[in-house]
């Protein structure tokens, strides 16, 4: 009976008509490598755990954002800010920032500038000894604050008044009510400043313009011509990539995707799937999406969290994951709120208490709670004709148990109608301590009359990885 290599590493697609794809991929990730001979060109690597190195407490202590300056990684966490000191654990509380909402940050090298953004906005400077907050009355002589960038010397903030101002050149407590610009190419609101590979780009609501600075006495930013009829939809919803920026955003009469810069224009890099989701959110639950980047292993991951999930894009292989947190038991969305790599690693703030972990690809849990990771596959079908599944084998890394858990466990479901109800949980060992030569086969499956789904679902904190699936695969 011939076994037929099935693929499983195509990442999250799950359709709004599931029989057409239920594809999930939860805190797996997809690695592709397309040059080196492998035992399997794609795989699929478990997503890191967190592991936690400092703490600010747990009442009202919630992460509002990072930053790194001069190497050293700061938090605003509740109504401080913290500085996370040389030797990784000590963990400084600096002096209180007002509000509750997420903040945005920038650095000139010396001074840290923190705003808060609101109906009415606050800004703070730390120059390394004092947390000072900025009282220069010409610092809302052109509306409030939103958010702040640093760029040639300047912190460069956009207000809620259609406008973006600057500071004096290298100094974050002094502004002037003349240095002010505006994006008047389209007469829409500005939602927030981004700087990439040294060029300003202004995005609004509707559309993206860009500056330069030309080095005028007056106010030095200029319009450089380009002009992009995307806008941000999320003030916190950009980042950068290797090569690119990646924001959640739509144009005029479009619905919210997300978008990557490509040349001097920009290309939809989310999947119908993906837009489908966005669509069923409010305005107001995109507008609180946030996104953040990071580097690890090889993979140069971009995510972006909703109330119910994360989807997180890899750069390098072009496929999209999902990110979900357990607590006690109970499901939600990923649980970093912000990352910053310093001290040799990837920090991330929290967005339930005031610890703050480090991204480990050797921790198999989030802190002390499980790490539930799932992978669903397409539909796989025979002309629409009955199938019968003699045999499924899982190709995993074996012999992963550890101390804590002895002997792994993974378990498969299986779905006769395209992902809408799934048949009872069966479990196999992945292999105890030294044992490399486990394998993970299920056998009398039975018959599907048209096409069937496989659902596996890793709970254990063990080395995740796998390899290949295979299915000895009848038609009849």
Known sequence: MPITPLPIANGHYVSDGLPLSAQQCINWYPNVEKVTP??????????????????????????????VMAGVPYFVNGGSLYKLESDGVTLTNIGSIAGSVRVSMADNGTQLCIVVPGLVSYGYIYDGSTLTQISDADFTANGQPQSVVFIDGYFLFTTDSKKFIISALNDGMSYNALDFGSSEAD??????????????????????????????????????????????????????????????????????????????????????????????????????CFSWSYAQKGAYFIGFSFPETCFVFDTVSGRWHERKSRLTSESVSYRVASIATAYGKVLVGDSQDGRIGALDPATYKEYDDAQVRIVSTQPFQNNMQPIFLPEIELVVESGVGNAEVTDPLISLEISRDGGKTWGYPRTRKIGKIGEFNKRAIWRKNGRTPRFFVLRFTLSDAVKPVIIQLNANVLGG
Do not use: C, H, M
């Open 187 to 288: 007469p829409d609101n500005i939602v927030a400043p981004f700087v990439f590979k040294n060029q300003l780009y202004i995005f609004g609501s509707q559309t993206i313009e860009a500056f330069q600075n030309i080095g005028s006495a007056d106010f030095p930013f200029q319009r450089t011509g380009l002009f992009i009829q995307k806008g941000l939809k999320s003030q916190f919803g950009v980042s950068s990539a290797s090569s690119s920026f990646v924001f959640i955003g739509a144009g005029k009469n479009e619905s919210p995707a997300i978008w990557g810069l490509d040349g001097n224009d920009v290309v939809k890099i989310s999947t119908t799937a993906i837009d489908s989701y966005l669509q069923t959110l409010t305005e107001s639950e995109v507008a609180n």
């Open 38 to 67: 492998l035992l399997s060109q794609e795989s699929l690597i478990g997503t890191p755990g967190i592991k936690q190195v400092a703490t600010s407490g747990t009442n009202n202590q919630r992460n509002r954002g990072a930053w």
